[in-house]
């Protein structure tokens, strides 16, 4: 089982839609989660840590469910600019290191 | 930007080559990390340096190996290269104490033939 599991998608959506994202990670001794944005042929990006208490920025609302090792990712209002890949990512501090899933990719049509 | 440079940016190598990628963190930054980027993968942890000692390494070959400097840049070694070997190269510099925040480098595209 991969550490860290993603749909890869694409997601297809148009302009205006809300979409969703869900993730799984193995490893119950994660400490810190993050979603990162890459665009093609670019560098990831961090577009927002996630919290146990859920966290918004702007369109964006990143949420953590400890129990069920599951985080998601909701975008609202979606802008063509939003399509990229989506990556999360998982932090154990035991390591140190950050464990990437594959991405989901998200294509946001006029 | 994030401050953090690479090079080069592309670079075509034959197999059984090696080649030496560089990193220069963002000032102030102390810890870098390396990681391979596999076409329609996420990225994998190489290794992760501190103040020029390995801490930390991802489940990769001893050919792959690295140094940091004083000036906490860093470079990337990979002897005998493999076709698999081909994939963006990507390092990351953070602080030792804020390991969650790091900061990506545009990446060096690496083609293995």
């Known amino acids: 089982r991969k550490e860290v599991e993603q749909d890869p998608g694409p997601f297809n959506v148009p302009e205006g839609a809300t979409v969703a994202f869900n993730c799984t990670y193995s490893n119950s001794a994660s400490q810190s989660f993050f979603w990162y944005r890459q665009d093609c042929r670019k560098e990831p990006k961090l577009l927002m840590s996630?919290?146990?208490s859920g966290n918004e920025d702007g369109r964006f609302t990143a949420q953590l469910n400890r129990a069920s090792q599951y985080i998601s990712l909701l975008i609202r209002d979606s802008k063509l600019s939003d399509s990229a890949t989506y990556l999360c990512?998982?932090?154990?501090?035991?390591?140190?290191?950050?464990?990437f899933g594959t991405g989901t990719r998200l294509q946001v049509f006029p | 930007e994030t401050g953090v440079t690479q090079s080069p940016t592309h670079l075509i190598k034959t197999r059984g080559q090696q080649v030496t990628l560089r990193c220069s963190s963002q000032s102030g930054h102390n810890t870098v990390s390396w990681y391979q980027q596999a076409l329609g993968q996420g990225p994998q942890f190489i290794f992760q340096?501190?103040?020029?000692?390995?801490?930390g390494r991802g489940n990769f070959p001893p050919r792959f190996s690295g140094l940091q400097f004083p000036n906490y840049s860093s470079e990337l070694n990979v002897n005998a290269l493999e076709l698999d070997d081909s994939a963006l190269y990507l390092c990351?510099?953070?602080?030792?104490?804020?390991?969650?925040?790091?900061?990506f480098g545009p990446g060096t595209r690496l083609l293995v033939l």
């Open positions: 990512v998982v932090n154990d501090l035991n390591t140190d290191k950050l464990i």
């Open positions: 996630v919290y146990s």
């Open positions: 990351a510099s953070s602080l030792r104490d804020i390991q969650e925040t790091q900061y």
């Open positions: 340096y501190y103040r020029e000692e390995e801490n």
